[in-house]
């Protein structure tokens, strides 16, 4: 109820202004158009009006063609008239302007300057005031647990500079004191409420005490003055800057320009009024801050709407950065889906015709070594029919000896034993070229060279009925060992053999020699085993050995030029390398191969 009796009262003093003293002003001035000024009524109205007229005389001198309209106004009023543009040049307290300029953009063009303070920059101060009596009531710290009587909650001299005091003692006002009484302007009823006793301190605007009558005035003192060098009056609290006059947005630029040139060549009248240049009001920014109250109470609320408020642009570039990070992500991970479907389709067609290539090669190596069988079958009849026919023979003479009764246990021993071994030999035979023909996957493991070149030589001089002298030097590599498929190495082997038995097709028996060198290479890598294939034939012309390891390349009327081609790529599959070159004596050629070797 007593809230809706103040807005009543505002709204018939703000009425009853307009109607009695704006109304008649605008009525007479039909041509100049008039100046709308403001006022913040702290005080009482016949207080005000003698307090602010010379100011109101300089201007009617200084501006006759413009008619004064001046508004005395409580805070709700002059903010409401601020919001409608009724106005067109303010005059408040700092706390006041501060607020309207960060809620409407009002701008300052001057502020006051009064004999009484030392500078307009420290010119307006509160007092925390109590009766002369209270002797227990010394520092703002006996405050708590009393009843305080203020302006109200928006008032700059009349409560928030004490409040801002109070804050670094610990003292909430809200919470702290017993009873905390907003009374309204004029400032004159806070003053009422602690003379009267229905308050035990009041806070009032700096110098309103000395400017009471000297009976009152004794009746009353400052709680806990502050020592403010060349200030007339006592504070409680520190100084601010004094009162500024300020445009409005919709203020025409000619009338605030001739206004702010009539206020700074106004002279100092005999109260000690005048005006300067604006002053920084930086200090009342600060105390909102701290206070959390006026244009800065968004940062007592601790809601996430709060923190938007005051850091919106972070907020915004955050929030930027991040849509364009998840952008950026959900673009990357799909490109990466999209890539590795590609490379797993693409690994996928690999290991496929990898697996295929596999296959045909192991199917051509197969071939080749049934091929190598092929060309050797004519003399494998003559190699297995030796022991068949030593094993008829030794049947026959047992057969003789039986019919001429002269067979004996000894002779039956000897003959059975001899055609043992005969057998032995042609399955011996057999069971090399069969494991040599079978196809199968390859297998490594670590053997000794010397034995796996030694196996070859054995295998290659089986198929022949007329052999050619086979050497091997073996010495240099006793110790070493290589990991690889023994058959595919023997493959290899066959094959240079083979070639260079070829070779030498022209020579005489007795003249045909093949020579087989194992040497031990040091290199970058590791040591290397070197196998070299050497023949004592007609050679080849050097533009031949530039295409023998390709495919399908041959120098032999009915050969298919894939054995060369098929051993480069098994010496290779084991990393190491196949060459051709000329001796040094140019007799022949020497086919060579390197492997890993393992010491």
Same mark, same amino acid.
């Given at each position: 109820?007593?809230?809706?009796?103040?807005?009543?009262?505002? !709204? %018939? /003093?703000?009425?009853? &202004?307009?109607?009695?003293?704006?109304? +008649?002003? @605008?009525?007479?001035?039909?041509? =100049?158009? $008039?100046?709308?000024?403001?006022?913040? !009524? %702290? /005080?009482?109205?016949? &207080?005000?009006?003698?307090?602010?007229? +010379?100011? @109101?005389?300089?201007?009617?001198? =200084?501006? $006759?063609?413009?008619?004064?309209?001046?508004?005395? /106004?409580?805070?709700?009023?002059?903010?409401?008239?601020?919001?409608?543009?009724?106005?067109?040049?303010?005059?408040?307290? $700092?706390?006041?302007?501060?607020?309207?300029?960060?809620?409407?953009?009002?701008?300052?063009?001057?502020?006051?300057?009064?004999?009484?303070?030392?500078?307009?920059?420290?010119?307006?101060?509160?007092?925390?005031?109590?009766?002369?009596?209270?002797?227990?009531?010394?520092?703002?710290?006996?405050?708590?647990?009393?009843?305080?009587?203020?302006?109200?909650?928006?008032?700059?001299?009349?409560?928030?500079?004490?409040?801002?005091?109070?804050?670094?003692?610990?003292?909430?006002?809200?919470?702290?004191?017993?009873?905390?009484?907003?009374?309204?302007?004029?400032?004159?009823?806070?003053?009422?409420?602690?003379?009267?006793?229905?308050?035990?301190?009041?806070?009032?605007?700096?110098?309103?005490?000395?400017?009471?009558?000297?009976?009152?005035?004794?009746?009353?003192?400052?709680?806990?003055?502050?020592?403010?060098?060349?200030?007339?009056?006592?504070?409680?609290?520190?100084?601010?800057?004094?009162?500024?006059?300020?445009?409005?947005?919709?203020?025409?630029?000619?009338?605030?320009?001739?206004?702010?040139?009539?206020?700074?060549?106004?002279?100092?009248?005999?109260?000690?009024?005048?005006?300067?240049?604006?002053?920084?009001?930086?200090?009342?920014?600060?105390?909102?801050?701290?206070?959390?109250?006026?244009?800065?109470?968004?940062?007592?609320?601790s809601t996430l709407r709060a923190a938007a408020v005051r850091y919106w642009p972070m907020v915004l570039m955050l929030a930027t950065l991040l849509v364009?990070?998840?952008?950026?992500?959900?673009?990357?991970?799909?490109?990466?889906?999209?890539?590795?479907?590609?490379?797993?389709?693409a690994l996928d067609e690999r290991q496929a015709i990898e697996g295929r290539m596999r296959v045909h090669q192991e199917q051509i190596e197969h071939l080749?070594?049934?091929?190598?069988?092929?060309?050797?079958?004519?003399?494998?009849?003559?190699?297995?029919?030796?022991?068949?026919?030593?094993?008829?023979?030794?049947?026959?003479?047992?057969?003789?000896?039986?019919?001429?009764?002269?067979?004996?246990?000894?002779?039956?021993?000897?003959?059975?034993?001899?055609?043992?071994?005969?057998?032995?030999?042609?399955?011996?035979?057999?069971?090399?070229?069969?494991?040599?023909?079978?196809?199968?996957?390859?297998?490594?493991?670590?053997?000794?060279?010397?034995?796996?070149?030694?196996?070859?030589?054995?295998?290659?001089?089986?198929?022949?009925?007329?052999?050619?002298?086979?050497?091997?030097?073996?010495?240099?590599?006793?110790?070493?060992?290589?990991?690889?498929?023994?058959?595919?190495?023997?493959?290899?082997?066959?094959?240079?053999?083979?070639?260079?038995?070829?070779?030498?097709?022209?020579?005489?028996?007795?003249?045909?020699?093949?020579?087989?060198?194992?040497?031990?290479?040091?290199?970058?890598?590791?040591?290397?085993?070197?196998?070299?294939?050497?023949?004592?034939?007609?050679?080849?012309?050097?533009?031949?050995?530039?295409?023998?390891?390709?495919?399908?390349?041959?120098?032999?009327?009915?050969?298919?030029?894939?054995?060369?081609?098929?051993?480069?790529?098994?010496?290779?599959?084991?990393?190491?390398?196949?060459?051709?070159?000329?001796?040094?004596?140019?007799?022949?050629?020497?086919?060579?191969?390197?492997?890993?070797?393992?010491?």
């Amino acid at each position: 109820m007593s809230l809706l009796c103040r807005l009543a009262f505002r !709204a %018939f /003093l703000t009425f009853f &202004t307009l109607v009695f003293f704006v109304g +008649p002003t @605008l009525a007479a001035a039909t041509e =100049a158009r $008039p100046i709308r000024i403001g006022l913040l !009524a %702290f /005080l009482d109205t016949e &207080t005000m009006r003698h307090q602010w007229a +010379p100011l @109101l005389k300089h201007l009617a001198n =200084a501006l $006759p063609d413009n008619p004064l309209v001046f508004v005395q /106004l409580d805070h709700a009023a002059l903010r409401e008239a601020v919001a409608h543009q009724s106005i067109d040049f303010v005059i408040t307290n $700092p706390g006041n302007y501060v607020a309207l300029e960060m809620a409407f953009g009002i701008s300052r063009i001057a502020t006051l300057d009064t004999t009484q303070a030392p500078s307009p920059m420290r010119a307006v101060g509160s007092a925390v005031i109590v009766r002369d009596e209270r002797q227990d009531l010394k520092t703002l710290t006996d405050l708590v647990g009393q009843r305080v009587s203020a302006v109200g909650d928006n008032a700059f001299g009349g409560f928030q500079m004490a409040w801002r005091e109070l804050m670094p003692l610990g003292i909430d006002p809200f919470t702290d004191f017993k009873q905390l009484d907003f009374v309204g302007l004029p400032m004159g009823k806070v003053i009422d409420a602690v003379a009267q006793g229905r308050a035990d301190a009041g806070i009032v605007r700096a110098c309103t005490l000395e400017s009471l009558p000297p009976d009152q005035r004794a009746m009353l003192r400052v709680l806990s003055p502050r020592p403010e060098v060349d200030f007339p009056c006592q504070t409680s609290t520190r100084l601010y800057p004094d009162w500024p006059i300020a445009t409005l947005r919709g203020t025409p630029p000619a009338l605030a320009k001739a206004v702010a040139t009539a206020l700074l060549a106004m002279p100092v009248t005999p109260e000690g009024m005048s005006w300067t240049v604006p002053a920084d009001y930086q200090s009342v920014h600060e105390l909102f801050r701290e206070l959390q109250t006026g244009p800065y109470s968004y940062l007592k609320e601790s809601t996430l709407r709060a923190a938007a408020v005051r850091y919106w642009p972070m907020v915004l570039m955050l929030a930027t950065l991040l849509v364009g990070w998840i952008i950026y992500t959900v673009r990357v991970e799909y490109l990466v889906q999209t890539r590795t479907h590609a490379l797993r389709q693409a690994l996928d067609e690999r290991q496929a015709i990898e697996g295929r290539m596999r296959v045909h090669q192991e199917q051509i190596e197969h071939l080749s070594r049934l091929s190598i069988l092929g060309e050797l079958s004519g003399t494998l009849a003559h190699e297995i029919n030796q022991p068949l026919a030593s094993i008829g023979n030794y049947a026959q003479s047992l057969v003789l000896r039986l019919d001429n009764g002269r067979l004996t246990d000894a002779a039956v021993r000897e003959a059975s034993l001899e055609i043992a071994g005969q057998a032995e030999r042609a399955a011996s035979i057999l069971g090399r070229i069969r494991g040599f023909a079978r196809k199968r996957a390859p297998v490594r493991e670590r053997c000794a060279p010397a034995d796996l070149v030694r196996e070859s030589v054995h295998l290659f001089s089986g198929l022949l009925s007329n052999r050619p002298v086979i050497g091997v030097d073996d010495s240099a590599v006793l110790n070493g060992l290589v990991e690889v498929d023994p058959l595919q190495i023997q493959q290899v082997l066959l094959n240079l053999l083979k070639n260079g038995l070829d070779a030498m097709q022209h020579l005489p028996d007795r003249e045909r020699r093949l020579h087989i060198t194992l040497q031990r290479v040091t290199q970058v890598a590791g040591d290397q085993l070197r196998v070299a294939v050497r023949d004592v034939g007609r050679g080849l012309a050097p533009e031949a050995r530039e295409h023998l390891f390709k495919p399908f390349f041959t120098t032999k009327r009915d050969g298919l030029g894939l054995g060369l081609s098929i051993c480069t790529t098994i010496i290779e599959a084991h990393g190491g390398r196949l060459s051709v070159q000329t001796p040094d004596d140019g007799v022949g050629l020497v086919f060579a191969f390197t492997l890993p070797l393992y010491n």
